[in-house]
């Protein structure tokens, strides 16, 4: 793909690549989702998966918070979960996701599909060519997908986990199965990814939601080989990549050491100690969700906050530091949004 002419490129791309920017760009997680009128409106008529599954309903999901706030990035309305179903396991929401027969033992990889997930997930890539197509160029789209030990939590947990302790376990006691899971997981995303960037996707973020879960040890020995083979494959995609990883400050070098340019945090962190602990990053982040639903000059006052930390740095996309909860009013959001341009200016010379 040629590349825009810099006048006309976005300021998400630009801060990706740690250009200067006329204003911080902003977006956020999971801003497609259950706060919306428009998307819970969607969610009486058809369920989480019938939405994903139909491109135009995910391209209506996908462009509701872009034509509602001044966000400067959308991203794609799919999930995580859905490469699963691709690898041969049954995924439903009720609404909280679960997957039929979990992988509890080595002999249960058997069950594992080993076809190439691009094909039968091809409705995301239509999705994403309708949202381009309507997005017109006014801001860029993000494609997705779940990291590798994420995804792994999910296939051997069968659902949300506090402790992950199957997952915990299974990494320990099979070291052998575990890096073929992790193997398998990583040839599925990379040919859903690269189906995603044909289709027109900008930029990818990799979500590792529970990577904070692991010691650093376990993240270093169990995971970092597997996550840098999957970014090592996603470079020539030539799209700014963006790891996202919750609780994993106290790995954050190592985390970042996988590949990515664009580091996304949560807010267990400040964002000033992250800029120093990621010299040549990007760096995604990293309000508290929880903030949104606070009085106006608590959140105002906590936005500035990240704000003046990472004044004067090259590579700040303004984000949450994990996906908008349900509860958040609207207003709020797109007052975050505004306060993010107006006070997130930066000179030209930007340091770092
Ligand atoms: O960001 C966006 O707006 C794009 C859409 C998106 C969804 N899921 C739609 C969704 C994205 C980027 C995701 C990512 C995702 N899915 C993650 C990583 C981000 C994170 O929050 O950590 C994870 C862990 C999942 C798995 C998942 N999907 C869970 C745990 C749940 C249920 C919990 C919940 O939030 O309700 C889902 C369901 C889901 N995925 C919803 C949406 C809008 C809400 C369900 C609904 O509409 O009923």
């Given amino acids: 793909m040629k590349s825009p002419p810099p006048s006309l490129e976005s300021r998400f791309l630009r ?5 200067d920017v006329d204003a911080v760009p902003v977006w956020f997680m999971r801003q497609a989702g259950r706060y919306l009128p428009g998307y819970r409106a969607l969610r009486t008529r058809h369920s989480i998966l019938d939405i994903a599954k139909t491109p135009e309903l995910a391209c209506e999901a996908t462009l509701e918070p872009i034509r509602k706030f001044a966000l400067d990035a959308a991203i794609i309305f799919a999930d995580i979960l859905l490469p699963l179903e691709a690898m041969g396991l049954r995924l439903s929401f009720v609404p909280a996701p679960r997957i039929e027969r979990p992988i509890r033992r080595p002999s249960d990889l058997k069950r594992l599909a080993s076809r190439p997930a691009g094909e039968s997930l091809a409705f995301v890539g239509e999705a994403i060519r ?20 994420t995804l792994a939590s999910y296939m051997i947990e069968g659902g949300p986990s506090r402790d992950f302790l199957l997952t915990k376990a299974f990494l320990r006691e099979n070291p052998g199965a575990w890096t073929n899971l992790m193997e398998r997981i990583v040839r599925v995303t990379l040919s859903y990814l690269r189906m995603q960037a044909a289709s027109g996707a ?3 973020q990799i979500f590792d939601s529970w990577a904070g879960a692991l010691s650093p040890e376990d993240y270093r020995a169990g995971v970092l080989p597997a996550t840098k083979r999957l970014f090592s494959g996603l470079k020539g995609l030539g799209v700014p990549l963006i790891y996202f990883g919750s609780g994993a400050s106290g ?7 996988a590949g990515a340019g664009v580091i996304g945090i949560d807010w267990r962190i400040d964002i000033g100690e992250a800029f120093r602990r ?5 760096v995604q982040g990293n309000l508290d969700p929880a903030l949104l639903l606070a009085p106006r000059p608590v959140l105002k006052k906590a936005a500035l906050r990240i704000l003046r930390q990472a004044s004067g740095r090259r590579g700040f996309i303004f984000n949450l530091g994990h996906g908008i909860l349900p509860q958040t009013p609207p207003d709020n959001v797109r007052a975050l949004a ?15």
């Fill in 130 to 149: 309708l949202a381009r197509r309507e997005l017109d160029g006014k801001v860029p789209l993000i494609g997705f997908a779940g990291a590798p030990f």
């Fill in 338 to 352: 505004e306060w993010v341009h107006q006070y997130g200016r930066q000179g030209s010379g930007g340091g770092g």
């Fill in 251 to 257: 790995f954050l070098e190592d985390f970042a050491s």
């Fill in 202 to 204: 900008q930029a990818i």
């Fill in 15 to 19: 801060a990706c690549a740690r250009r």
């Fill in 278 to 282: 990621l010299p040549g990053k990007a």
